[in-house]
């Protein structure tokens, strides 16, 4: 290998070192919750949630939390996978907490395993689901 | 001690970037490729996310043959974390040309929102001559988007294929937006390495 490659490769590891162990330490102090109404963490950035559910009526909202959905290209599956579901009237993601936040109609039961199963079959992994309706 | 797993890790699992050779359930990709050794284009179709069936055409600009493959691609092992990727596949293919024209290999990957470093090893034989390739490529996103934003890596590559027997080593940009993605870098010695891709 060149030396130009050896430079950059050393670079990189100091950065990485650096930035790593940055971006850990904000994980730890600067997780945002917001309190709902009932006293529930909102585990999600809550101008985004703002902006979801904007002229959303009668929902219930699931905020999924995945493992693995580390860029963009993750998440588009899990969206064209939920997007098959006729009872979704809405998706988005918060790549920057790993959460996946669908907007059901109240009709439909929310089952834990089914999403779960959607959020596997493109080879990530549900760790909790949060479920709000809105009236 | 996380530091210096991490580190570890990184070193480790570094090593040859083909973007996602594995797609959702029931996704299509369609990638086109140009280096100093080959044009190829490839399509591929995914019926899990554990592997996926293509075809590709490519013509070699140092062996002056075209060639069709059937290929196979496996997901050996992944890693997901609250912040990471980690994958590690396993790639083939059998010419339509006959089967003394075939290759195998593994690449693999890490990446967080932030870093990516990825590595490969390929194995190619041929009736003409048998040679291998192997890179490593290295990445930081500068900025971190939301999703549906356009993105950005930053990134350098080094490779290597025992036809030219060096390696070579230049820096690569990586754009993303949606289902499209290019790549692309360029070096005095190895010329043009593009990458686009497009999935359905």
Request: charged share 20%; glycine share 8%.
């Amino acid at each position: 290998m060149n030396k130009i490659f050896r430079a950059a490769f050393l670079i990189y590891c100091a950065f990485a070192v650096m930035v790593t162990y940055a971006e850990s330490s904000d994980q730890h102090n600067g997780h945002i919750h917001e309190t709902l109404v009932d006293g529930e963490k909102l585990e999600v950035d809550p101008e985004l949630f703002g902006k979801f559910v904007e002229g959303l009526t009668k929902s219930q909202i699931a905020i999924v939390s995945v493992k693995g959905m580390v860029c963009d290209f993750c998440a588009r599956g899990i969206e064209k996978t939920f997007r098959k579901d006729k009872t979704i009237q809405k998706i988005n993601v918060d790549l920057s907490r790993g959460k996946v936040i669908l907007a059901y109609s109240m009709d439909k039961e929310i089952v834990r395993e089914e999403i779960s199963h959607n959020i596997l079959i493109n080879g990530q992994n549900m760790t909790d689901l949060q479920v709000i309706t809105i009236n | 001690m996380g530091i210096v797993l991490i580190t570890l890790t990184l070193l480790l699992v570094s090593t040859i970037s083909e973007t996602r050779p594995i797609s959702y359930p029931g996704g299509s990709t369609v990638m086109a490729f140009t280096d100093n050794l080959k044009d190829s284009l490839y399509y591929h179709y995914s019926p899990s996310y554990k592997y996926s069936i293509g075809l590709e055409s490519l013509k070699h600009k140092v062996l002056e043959q075209d060639y069709s493959y059937v290929r196979f691609t496996y997901l050996l092992n992944r890693k997901n974390t609250q912040n990471s990727q980690r994958n590690l596949y396993f790639q083939s293919g059998v010419s339509l040309n006959g089967v003394n024209n075939h290759f195998y290999g593994v690449h693999g990957d890490w990446e967080t929102r932030r870093w990516f470093s990825g590595f490969g090893y390929k194995q190619e034989r041929r009736e003409v001559e048998d040679y291998s390739e192997q890179f490593v490529q290295l990445g930081l996103a500068p900025y971190l988007g939301d999703y549906g934003d356009f993105h950005t890596w930053i990134m350098i590559k080094t490779k290597k294929n025992s036809l030219s027997g060096s390696w070579s080593t230049y820096p690569l940009l990586k754009f993303f937006k949606g289902d499209f993605l290019i790549e692309f870098g360029y070096n005095d010695k190895t010329k043009l390495d593009a990458h686009l891709m497009y999935r359905f």
